[in-house]
């Protein structure tokens, strides 16, 4: 199924002790205002991503929208921070890491009856005074949709891309049946 990724959230351990009012004050695009947030935030322009710096080296990558956008915003950031920290036993020249979460989107080509499909699976919230979407959560792969009527749809909670079209194929399957039944 086609689906397009809206953002990445990532975690990697840079293997830097990092000395974040210092970062603060040297690297432009950098705020830090701990008695807020014990973190600093990195805005990278190339590629466009935050990053949530902490002072152990742990660095939370968001607002990418594939792997290899991870990976490079990734690199720039160890580069930038390596002249204010203090090298670990875990330092690598090409940090690893980890996909949290991926927000995709997608339309399923049908009109959705969100009161019918809330009402007939039990895994659907549905508060149209709260919010105009139903939300289906989904044991595996393990994930959340957002549905619209208009047949749109989010899926977030996957850690995969292959999860995502796997999330979006139950979906489908899922309310299919029901959105056939409800034009007759």
């Excluded at 968001?62 to 720039?76: D, I, M, P």
């Excluded at 995709?104 to 895994?123: F, Q, R, V």
């Amino acid at each position: 199924m086609k689906f397009t990724v809206q953002n990445i959230v990532a975690s990697s351990a840079l293997g830097l002790e990092l000395e974040l009012y210092t970062i603060a004050a040297k690297i432009p695009n950098v705020e830090y205002e701990p008695e807020q947030f014990p973190g600093a935030i990195l805005k990278l322009k190339e590629p466009k991503s935050s990053l949530l710096l902490f002072k152990n080296g742990k660095v939370i990558c968001t607002g990418t929208r594939s792997a290899k956008e991870v990976e490079l915003a990734l690199k720039r950031t160890l580069e930038l921070l390596k002249p204010y920290g203090k090298k670990t036993k875990e330092f690598r020249a090409n940090p690893t890491f980890a996909i949290q979460n991926i927000v995709a989107s997608s339309t399923l080509g049908l009109e959705l009856d969100l009161y019918n499909i809330a009402s007939s699976l039990h895994e659907v919230e549905y508060e149209p005074e709260q919010f105009p979407g139903a939300i289906l959560k989904l044991k595996d792969p393990k994930s959340s949709l957002l549905l619209f009527k208009n047949g749109k749809v989010i899926c977030t909670g996957t850690k995969s891309e292959k999860e995502v079209d796997r999330a979006l194929k139950k979906t489908l399957a899922l309310l299919k049946p029901l959105a056939e039944k409800g034009k007759h």
